[in-house]
C-alpha cells in the first residue's frame, strides 16, 4: 500500500521567516496531495491540496509544489504568523477509497 | 450547515466495557470515514462507508464496528474496550459524487481513554 513520509516532525521558525514541510509517497499512481492544519484540540481542516496534472499552486501564503519524478511534494509558507503553529499533515491517495497520511509536523512560530 | 459534529467529546472506559461514538454530518455527504491519531503516529483509517448500508475496513479495524443506516450517520462501535483503544478518534465526510477527491471534512475528535 500507499506509504507517505513527512520530515521534519517538528519545526520552529521566527514570525516572519519561511516554513517548509516536505513529504514522500510511494505509489506512483497517487494523484491527488492535500495538506492539513490541525491546531490544538480541533480536528484537521485542508488548507490546501494539489492533483497530479499541477506542478505547483499558491494560495495567500501558502504553497504547495509536487514533483512526480521524484515522488514528493512539499509545502511552503512564507511570512509566517504566530497562528500558524499547529500541525501540519500531507497525505496521499491515488483516487481509492482513502487518504494515506504522514506522521506529522509540529510548527512553532516564534513572535 | 453545523458540519461534522461527533459525541462525546471526551470518556473514560474501563477495561471490557462497550461505547458506542456517534457521528452526524448535515451535509448530505455520500463517503464518511472513521479514523484514531495516536500522538505522533499520524491518523490511521478505521472504517469507511460509501454510502448508506456500504461499510467497510479501513487499516485497522479490529475490535470496532459500523454501521451506516442513514446519511447522516456513521456510528463507530466498541464491544470491549482494550487499553491499545486510547487514542482520539475523528470521523470525517466528503461528497464523492465527481468520481475523484473532493473536500473531506473532519468533526472535533473524541478523546478516550481506556482504564
Known amino acids: 500500500g500507499e506509504n507517505v513520509e513527512q520530515h521534519p516532525s517538528t519545526l520552529s521558525v521566527q514570525e516572519g521567516d519561511s516554513a517548509v514541510i516536505k513529504c514522500t509517497y510511494s505509489d506512483s499512481a497517487s494523484n491527488y496531495f492535500p495538506w492539513y492544519k490541525q491546531e490544538l484540540g480541533k480536528g484537521p481542516q485542508l488548507i490546501i491540496d494539489i492533483r497530479s496534472n499541477v506542478g505547483e499552486k499558491k494560495d495567500q501564503r501558502i504553497a504547495v509544489t509536487l514533483n512526480k519524478t521524484a515522488k514528493h511534494f512539499s509545502l511552503h509558507i512564507t511570512e509566517t504568523q504566530p497562528e500558524d503553529s499547529a500541525v501540519y499533515f500531507c497525505?496521499?491517495?491515488?483516487?481509492?477509497?482513502?487518504?494515506?497520511f504522514g506522521k506529522g509536523t509540529s510548527l512553532l512560530v516564534t513572535p | 450547515n453545523a458540519g461534522v459534529t461527533q459525541t462525546p467529546k471526551f470518556r473514560i472506559l474501563k477495561i471490557g466495557q462497550s461505547m458506542t461514538l456517534q457521528c452526524t454530518q448535515d451535509?448530505?455527504?455520500?463517503?464518511m470515514y472513521w479514523y484514531r491519531q495516536d500522538p505522533g503516529m499520524g491518523l490511521k483509517l478505521i472504517y469507511y462507508?460509501?454510502?448508506?448500508?456500504?461499510?467497510d475496513k479501513g487499516e485497522v479495524p479490529n475490535g470496532y464496528n459500523v454501521s451506516r443506516s442513514t446519511t447522516e450517520d456513521f456510528p463507530l462501535r466498541l464491544e470491549l474496550a482494550a487499553p491499545s483503544q486510547t487514542s482520539v478518534y475523528f470521523c470525517?465526510?466528503?461528497?464523492?459524487?465527481?468520481?475523484?477527491?473532493?473536500?473531506?471534512?473532519f468533526g472535533p475528535g473524541t478523546r478516550l481513554t481506556v482504564l
Open positions: 470525517a465526510s466528503r461528497p464523492g459524487l465527481k468520481g475523484f477527491w473532493d473536500t473531506q471534512y
Open positions: 497525505a496521499a491517495t491515488d483516487s481509492g477509497y482513502a487518504l494515506n
Open positions: 451535509m448530505n455527504h455520500n463517503y
Open positions: 462507508s460509501v454510502g448508506a448500508g456500504i461499510t
